[in-house]
């Protein structure tokens, strides 16, 4: 809450305006009744045709003027809510930026899209309704019945029965459906989260000829939603009803003991008219609150669930040196006894990792699938902590550097090719904000991009979809790895970058790389001999611990993990790639 003030403060003046002019709409209204039984008593009973066209005349007035203030006062809580929504979406977009990919990992991304979006959107709406009813519907409540006991306070005795009896009915709704709103979110959350996957696993699904099962979990996910909603709908749906009713049997109340008075002379007809107004004043005032309660309450669980991510705090902090100058004699990169486990595992991925890189050399990477390469390299670039050990880059300790340097440093191609809607200058400017075509295209050299990008006949203004959908998976991936080199990092990391190049264009890029990036310290992690065997050192890993590390011809003769994976792709008598 008290970071939903801080955001309503931006605003204070129209904050405030909105909920003061639907007082004054309200104020209005509460006039009415009293201006109707004028009519019946006066103009009515008296036959003044000439009096009923003033008080008509008032009416008109009262409504005009009450209608111009609830217009301003509606226009004043839409644009609070909105700018609310739009800082909380912005805020809490650039807080999951600041997390590390540990609780990234931890939230899910579809929860965290599902609170950036749908949850802010209840905060808004719910923002919204408060300003413009919070004090205006207490108001009419209270001011209906102040108004009704100086009518006549016998006759509005049944208003001081009715009003509690109301809030008692509206608050032990509220109390019970608030619990109720947090579990149909939790839910919904797990309705998103198997949508997003089958979406992006389309493929797969269908290739398996899992339609039907898919289809079948999906609909016990909406089920369960449906059935939650619906339970918590019925109770929510109980306020209506209920208050209808509470209402009805108090303008009985009042009809019987107004008749009474009117029949003793003790009140006219227009004092009884004016309460029955009053009364049908506090219901439909009553229903609104009820319904601004009900959106409270899920505005408050959302706002509840949007917090949370809020109080989640990086675990890489932001803060940091700046990363050391290349020195003579220092490693580029060094691991020193670096352990990995990942957050709710058993068991270390990485463990007892050591090896060190020069400036300009290359380490191939090399495993089998689930021996924690890509794992390794995340820990380069600082996007996990190891848990034991040390990662050093030129000299110094990952975990003192500051991660924003660290990565200007390095250039990362990972292992899932990932473009962004646009063009292609565009993308390849995320690895580097003023890089000029020339560079651009000399990148797109190195990475064998070139030929197929000349063929678009667009240049660098080809238009890119949602995640490089109008290109093929070795286009993407070349297009990557041109982004990383377009900013020069003096370290390149290549994770399994090229599996879905044919061999000749995979062994034409690693000769590019090796002939255009001789001071760069290149990483190349992949599951082919071919793409490694040239690499200066080679670390071998089994199922996260080193199982070799050398050469090709020193692992051939040492490291029996190696051979084996050299003779199942038989490569172990292939000649080298020269630069």
Known sequence: M??????????????????????????????????????????????????????????????????????????????????????????????????????????GISTLINRMTGDVNQVQNGVNMFLRLFLRSPFVVLGAAVMAFTVDVRAAVPFAVT??????????????????????????????????????????????????????????????????????????????????????????????????????????????????????QILTELVKLANLIILLSRALASLGRVNAVFAVQPSIPASGAEVPAEKAGVPAVSFENVGFTYAGAREETLQGISFSVMPGETLGIIGGTGSGKSTLANLIPRFYDC???????????????????????????????????????????????????????????????????????????LPLHQGGGNLSGGQKQRLTIARALVGHPDILILDDSA?????????????????????????????????IRNADHILVLDDGRPAGYGTHAELLRTSPVYREICASQNAGKEEPIHG
């Open 163 to 280: 009003i509690p009896v109301l809030l008692v009915v509206v608050f032990a709704i509220l109390l019970t459906t608030m619990p109720l709103y947090k579990k149909v979110q939790k839910k919904l959350d797990q309705v998103l989260l198997s949508t997003r996957e089958n979406l992006q696993g389309i493929r797969v699904v269908r290739a398996f000829n899992r339609q039907k099962e898919e289809m079948a979990r999906f609909g016990e996910e909406t089920g369960a939603l449906y059935r939650g909603q619906l339970f918590v709908g019925k109770i929510s749906a109980l306020l209506n009803p209920l208050t209808y009713v509470i209402i009805n049997l108090g303008i009985i109340a009042v009809l019987y003991f107004g008749g009474v008075q009117v029949n003793a002379g003790d009140l006219t007809q227009g004092e009884v008219i004016a309460l029955i107004n009053y009364m049908s």
């Open 2 to 107: 008290k970071r939903l003030l801080g955001y309503l403060k931006y605003h204070p003046v129209i904050t405030i305006l909105a909920p003061l002019f639907k007082l004054l709409e309200a104020t209005f209204e509460l006039f009415v009744p009293l201006v109707v039984a004028q009519m019946i008593d006066v103009g009515i009973a008296g036959g003044d045709g000439a009096y009923l066209w003033q008080m008509g005349g008032l009416l008109i007035l009262l409504g005009v003027v009450g209608f111009g203030f609830s217009l301003i006062a509606q226009y004043f809580a839409a644009k609070s809510a909105v700018s609310t929504g739009m800082m909380m979406r912005n805020d809490l977009f650039r807080h999951i930026n600041t997390l590390s990919y540990k609780e990234i990992d931890q939230i």
């Open 499 to 531: 599996s879905a190049l044919d061999f000749a264009t995979d062994a034409r890029l690693r000769r590019a790389i090796k002939e255009d990036t001789e001071k760069m310290t290149v990483f190349i992690i992949s599951q082919r001999v071919s793409a």
């Open 387 to 461: 848990t034991s050990g040390t990662v050093r880059l030129f000299g110094e300790d990952v975990k003192s550097l500051r991660p924003a340097d660290i990565r200007r440093h390095i250039g990362v191609v990972p292992q899932k090719a990932t473009l962004f809607s646009g063009s292609l200058r565009k993308n390849m400017r995320w690895g580097k904000e003023d890089a000029t075509d020339g560079e651009i295209y000399a990148a797109l050299d190195t990475a064998q991009a070139r030929e197929f990008v000349d063929s678009k006949q667009e240049g660098l203004d």
